[in-house]
């Protein structure tokens, strides 16, 4: 049975997800106007006998209902979604489905899958999956060209929590990267972060930050970031402890990555040449060598200290 989805919505409660219970979702994509494309998301436990959702949100827009299937497969879709997106699931596989037909400019969204959960009389979704990023553009894809690493310049006061950076810069679509992190072994880890992209010129800078044990850093424990674009490219970066720890400070404030940023950067003065840096973004402390960062640095607002960048 299909209906319109304009009344089923309205008893439901917007919950996180819980963890363990994350659905895993597919990969970010890029479509052009006119295709198709099916987004899958596949639950880890228990599944038939609950309700599906799919719910997206445009940029700079608030959350759309698509569409929902009851556990006995009936459906109900929101109004504008009615024909061109279809909703399914298969409960043996784990996995709901939303083919969507006849894609358009304004179907460039970040689509989330929920399944719903039962308490009292309340009914509300509260296992929601991370997103899948899709793009419809008739614009070129273009890969990466640079990937590297952001490093912690040390572990603070009694700091548990280190943060890891990947810097993404040059490509096109916006949003179009996906970032994973593995350990040194290759197992994948999850505690990271994905920012939204950022223009710069005519393509787009992305950031990924990844949460870790300090006593693991600080055990030169490395870990990799791995770069994919629907272009086809996959780069990698290996980000691993760095030597030494003497470092001086200056101030700056720059335009950096993606927008005027309040930075603090730090000479390690074991090294002649000048050639590794830190970068404090808001409270992160992240390190870099110059050579590579300086390309990113498009403009210098004031400077003070003992050092100075010239452009």
Known sequence: ???VLRWRFNVYLLSTGVTGQTPTQSEAAVKKPGESHRLT???PDSFSSYDMAWIRQPPGKPLEWIAYISSGSS????????????????????QIYLQMNNLKDEDTAVYYCARDTFISVYDYFAYWGKG???TVTSGVQKAPTS????LPCGSGSGAELLSLGCLASGYFPADSVTFKWTDANGKSVSDFLQYPSVKSGATYNA????RVKAEDWEGKKSYKCIVEHPAGRRLEREVKPPPGKAFRFFHLI??????????TFSRNSKKSNSEEWCIKISNNIMLQTYSEISNK???VVSCSGDDQISQ
Not at 75 to 94: A, E, H, L
Not at 147 to 150: A, D, I, P, Q
Not at 254 to 263: A, G, R, T
Request: aromatic fraction near 18%; include cysteine; proline fraction near 0%.
């Open 1 to 3: 049975m299909e209906t």
């Open 41 to 43: 998301c596949t639950f």
């Open 75 to 94: 459906t109900y879709y929101g109004s504008s979604f009615q024909g061109r997106f279809t909703i399914s699931r298969d409960n043996s596989q784990k």
């Open 132 to 134: 899948t990023r899709v």
């Open 147 to 150: 990937v590297f690493g952001l």
């Open 207 to 210: 950031v990924s930050q990844l």
């Open 254 to 263: 720059i335009f950096i990555i993606f927008q005027y940023i309040d930075c």
């Open 297 to 299: 640095i498009s403009k």
